[in-house]
């Protein structure tokens, strides 16, 4: 079903008496939630299986021409991130033109987050601040996969922010970073520039630079090219004083010692 | 209230579901205010785990609790031990059969 592209989700669940319940997980020091956390993980309750659910998550018309221009006319290096499995993730960048279908055998370009963690090895420190940095331990492996990687599924939060990190500082790119949910928040607050969905979640637009009304990907596109058109005719100015004020530069200059005054006085 | 006007809003998936479930006609608006101050343990969604998991007192049962679990395939089908079979009822979930529904998946 994760080929279709499916997004598949399971069902289940576990039967037991309230009494079992008050005694078992509720009034002691730890919460009912991390209680019944563990008895999960542990398989103290174990569930009955009620079915597997797929849901289409279509894709928007233009997407893949959007992707194409941004490839192929905007030099932008188009990555897919996505919590999904990694079937899922694949079959969604093959319709969207992320991975073609030709790059899907080379290596690095489609990882799940765990792989991704394994070989950049990833260490994590808390800084004065309390806030936990990560660092790269293996620089020569993260460029080489930062290179060729298109895909990374059942990423999760901190690899969408070790991720940023690393084109960042390791890479020396600008990082722009598409997203909508809690999950992308480090990563929108860490990139150049941040752009969340309209219909997010309210976290993720409160870190981000740019604000998608429309939840369209195009408008992201158009944000990029308004960026840099007005760096572009910043640059055309600069050029254009420099040019006319070296000419004046050299008129006078000529003009007073042939002359012996500026050519350029009104009386 | 009627069902015409209850609009669920949320996260996009659970959306999904409550209006999948909306258009079999099932009336989704009473079985959530059902459970309403019968939760006992609300877990949310992590990619960690990636399960959610919620501790519902039965409305029709006075003495029972339910788990209700939902998240990632793979995750479920490995915390389960018994399914539900086609003919209805459940039966224990052999690891073969888990297998087989995991290679669907």
Redesign the interface.
């Known amino acids: 079903?994760?080929t279709t592209p499916l997004?598949?989700?399971?069902?289940?669940?576990?039967?037991?008496?309230?009494?079992?319940?008050k005694t078992n997980?509720?009034g002691q020091n730890t919460?009912?939630?991390?209680?019944?956390?563990d008895a999960?993980?542990s398989?103290t309750?174990?569930?009955?299986?009620?079915?597997?659910?797929g849901?289409k998550d279509p894709l928007r018309a233009r997407v893949h021409s959007c992707v194409k221009y941004a490839r192929e006319h905007a030099k932008l290096n188009v990555r897919l991130v996505s919590?999904d499995?990694i079937e899922t993730a694949k079959a969604v960048a093959i319709k969207t033109g992320i991975l073609l279908p030709e790059e899907a055998g080379a290596q690095y370009a489609i990882m799940t987050g765990e792989e991704f963690r394994n070989d950049v090895q990833i260490s994590s420190t808390k800084n004065q601040e309390g806030e936990v940095v990560y660092h790269v331990n293996e620089p020569d492996t993260f460029k080489e996969i930062a290179q060729n990687l298109r895909v990374l599924a059942r990423?999760?939060?901190s690899d969408k922010h070790i991720l940023v990190a690393g084109l960042k500082s390791v890479n020396n790119k600008v990082v722009a970073v598409t997203g909508d949910g809690i999950?992308d928040v480090d990563a929108l607050n860490l990139s150049d520039v941040g752009i969340s969905m309209g219909?997010g979640a309210a976290a993720a637009k409160e870190v981000s630079s740019i604000v998608l009304t429309g939840d369209d990907f195009e408008a992201s596109l158009r944000a990029v090219m308004w960026g840099r058109n007005i760096f572009h005719n910043i640059s055309r100015f600069i050029q254009f004083q420099v040019t006319v004020n070296i000419s004046v530069l050299v008129t006078v200059f000529v003009g007073i010692i042939a002359f012996n005054q500026s050519p350029m006085t009104a009386v | 209230m009627d069902a015409t006007t209850y609009v669920p809003v949320g996260n996009?998936?659970e959306v999904?579901?409550l209006k999948f479930l909306q258009d079999a006609e099932i009336p989704v608006h009473l079985l959530i205010q059902r459970k309403l101050g019968r939760i006992?343990?609300?877990?949310p969604f992590s990619?960690?785990?990636k399960?959610s998991?919620t501790?519902v007192?039965s409305p029709e049962h006075?003495?029972?609790?339910?788990?209700?679990?939902?998240?990632?395939?793979e995750?479920?089908?490995n915390?389960?031990?018994?399914?539900?079979i086609e003919e209805g009822g459940?039966t224990t979930?052999e690891d073969l059969q888990k297998d087989e529904?995991l290679a669907?998946?």
Do not use: C
């Open positions: 079903m994760a997004r598949v989700i399971s069902f289940g669940f576990a039967k037991m008496s309230l009494l079992d319940w997980y509720e919460s009912p939630e991390q209680l019944m956390e999960l993980a398989k309750i174990t569930l009955t299986h009620v079915g597997v659910f849901m919590g499995h990423a999760t939060a999950n219909s | 996009s998936t999904a579901f006992r343990a609300a877990s990619p960690e785990r399960r998991a501790a007192e006075n003495d029972e609790v339910y788990i209700y679990v939902k998240g990632a395939p995750e479920i089908i915390l389960s031990s018994h399914w539900i459940h979930f529904l669907k998946v």
